[in-house]
């Protein structure tokens, strides 16, 4: 297996993310599937990393479709990659509704005393909430050979975990191997601090949690941390420049005033 070039089929592919990952491994990404017309630009402008762009909804597709169209063999080996939307999932959508939940967030930021309220198990409508089942659609669709997921840990929240745990029952039920992660990008040389949910699944044998490669400790011997400010000096010069880069509005004072690495939460009392 290891002399024949994994081809990979990327889902709400974005900007390209999890397939620049899948080209770095040394994998051919066959096909990008994203239904946002600027990310598909830019995809197509790096296809000789995202393979045939499919500008479409993931939902309206079907496997043999992208593998045919991608000129995938039946004797090729096959990983579908995908990040479903994280909306329905994310935090942020905690903070767009009424009710107790907010109330206690607004009082913590205001640094006053509140008891946290039960875990809301009320599942939002959402359509996007459905995309996780597409994605595993298209993975059983294809017969992969394995598979990578990628979502918020909020999606493990009581009141999303369904639907990740209807994923990897799927997956176990198919016979995948599956491993469960939760990772710190910024360990991986990626210059944002966030933590991710990552599920791989393969046919073959139990897929091993990948090592960090980046560390804030120089004793571990580790690549340094990866900073946004680095990562983007690089581009920093005047024949970069972008008029959507000039912040205007009623918060461009309040961003410019937000220290390096922080959020929103530089200006409440929570933060002093």
């Known amino acids: 297996m290891s002399k024949k070039k994994i081809k990979v089929i990327d889902l709400f592919a974005g900007a390209g993310g999890l397939g620049v990952g899948a080209h770095q491994a040394g ?26 762009v499919f ?88 017969n992969a050979d394995g598979f990578v997921f990628e979502n918020v840990p909020s999606i493990k929240h009581p009141r999303n975990k369904p639907v990740y745990d209807a994923l990897i029952k799927a997956a176990k039920d198919a016979k995948y191997f599956v491993t469960e992660l939760v990772v710190k990008a910024v360990e991986y040389g990626v210059p944002q601090a966030r933590e ?33 400010g680095t990562a983007l000096a690089p581009f920093a010069g005047p024949e970069f420049f972008e008029p959507e880069e000039v912040v205007s509005g009623r918060w461009a004072k309040h961003l410019e005033e937000v220290p390096p690495g922080w959020n929103y939460k530089a200006h409440t009392a929570w933060a002093g």
Not at 27 to 52: F, P, Y
Not at 64 to 86: E, H, N, R
Not at 201 to 224: M, N, R, W
């Open 55 to 142: 500008e479409a909804d993931v939902s309206d597709l079907s496997a043999d479709s992208l593998l045919k169209t991608a000129g995938v063999g039946k004797d090729d080996f096959v990983i579908v990659v995908g990040g479903p939307p994280c909306q329905p999932f994310s935090k942020a959508a905690y903070w767009t509704e009424a009710g107790e939940d907010a109330a206690y967030r607004r009082a913590r930021a205001n640094g006053l005393a509140a008891e946290k309220p039960l875990a809301n198990t009320k599942v939002k409508e959402d359509s996007r909430r459905d995309l996780v089942k597409e994605f595993w659609r298209i993975v059983r669709q294809s």
């Open 196 to 228: 991710r949910v990552v599920v791989l699944g393969s046919k073959v044998k139990t897929p091993e949690a990948p090592a960090i490669t980046h560390s804030a400790d120089e004793s571990l011997g580790l690549l340094p941390i990866v900073s946004a």
């Open 27 to 52: 994998s051919d990404v066959v096909a990008s599937v994203e239904l946002d017309a600027i990310a598909c630009q830019t995809l197509r402008l790096n296809s000789s990393i995202h393979g045939k």
